[in-house]
T-cell receptor, first 115, second 116 residues
Framework: AQTVTQSQPEMSVQEAETVTLSCTYD???????LFWYKQPPSRQMILVIR??????QNATENRFSVNFQKAAKSFSLKISDSQLGDTAMYFC????????????FGQGTRLTINP | NAGVMQNPRHLVRRRGQEARLRCSPM?????VYWYRQLPEEGLKFMVY????????ESGMPKERFSAEFPKEGPSILRIQQVVRGDSAAYFC??????????????FGAGSRLTVL
């Protein structure tokens, strides 16, 4: 079975702090992409960052970076210098390359950035 | 370049009525996906379509739900005889047909269905 687990239902930090959201996944496939999506109160699903599983180098996108541990099937998201606009639900997901084109999502982590 | 367009954003139906949700993919995208999000949950895959073809409908409920992506016009997710349990946000996503972008889905803003 292909699953994604986000063990932190809610997190809260002060503005400008750094926060790390955890994600583990399970798949028997070797070639896949991993994603973090952000869903603000508007409900729009916004792609934050992606990682190709065949790349060892961790992806970064401005204040967002990941810690990808393929052997451990772990894919955490670090947000540096957090901003009020980062308040949202964050979903971890993966898709098998050349597979069935199904994104498998975790349950989400509700992140609140406090002023 | 408009993104993935979904309408209506909000739809209210009474039990037993039909709901139709529409999705226009991004320009150049020929693959469309529908996902459902129940309250406080992640998105769950429903169906994957290309023009005039259903590629994978393994996430669709066996009854009352259908999807199409005709040669012309938007993709339609149709729910017949709605029940309260169908209340959810329905998201459409699209991707290009090939290349690395084929595995990166762009989502619409979703359609929230409320069944009274």
């Amino acid at each position: 079975a292909q699953t994604v687990t986000q063990s932190q239902p809610e997190m809260s930090v002060q503005e400008a702090e750094t926060v790390t959201l955890s994600c583990t996944y399970d798949t028997s496939e070797n070639n896949y992409y991993l994603f973090w999506y952000k869903q603000p109160p508007s409900r729009q699903m916004i792609l934050v960052i992606r990682q190709e599983a065949y790349k060892q180098q961790n992806a970064t996108e401005n204040r967002f970076s990941v810690n990808f541990q393929k052997a451990a099937k772990s894919f955490s998201l670090k947000i540096s210098d957090s901003q009020l606009g980062d308040t949202a639900m964050y979903f971890c997901a993966f898709i098998i390359i050349q597979g069935a084109q199904k994104l498998v999502f975790g349950q989400g982590t509700r992140l609140t950035i406090n002023p | 370049n408009a993104g993935v367009m979904q309408n209506p954003r909000h739809l209210v139906r009474r039990r037993g009525q039909e709901a139709r949700l529409r999705c226009s993919p991004m320009k150049g995208h020929s693959h469309v996906y529908w996902y459902r999000q129940l309250p406080e949950e992640g998105l769950k895959f429903m169906v994957y379509l290309q023009k005039e073809n259903i590629i994978d409908e393994s996430g669709m409920p066996k009854e009352r739900f259908s999807a199409e992506f005709p040669k012309e016009g938007p993709s339609i997710l149709r729910i017949q005889q709605v029940v309260r349990g169908d209340s959810a946000a329905y998201f459409c996503a699209s991707s290009p047909p090939y290349g690395t972008g084929a595995n990166v889905l762009t989502f619409g803003a979703g359609s929230r269905l409320t069944v009274l």
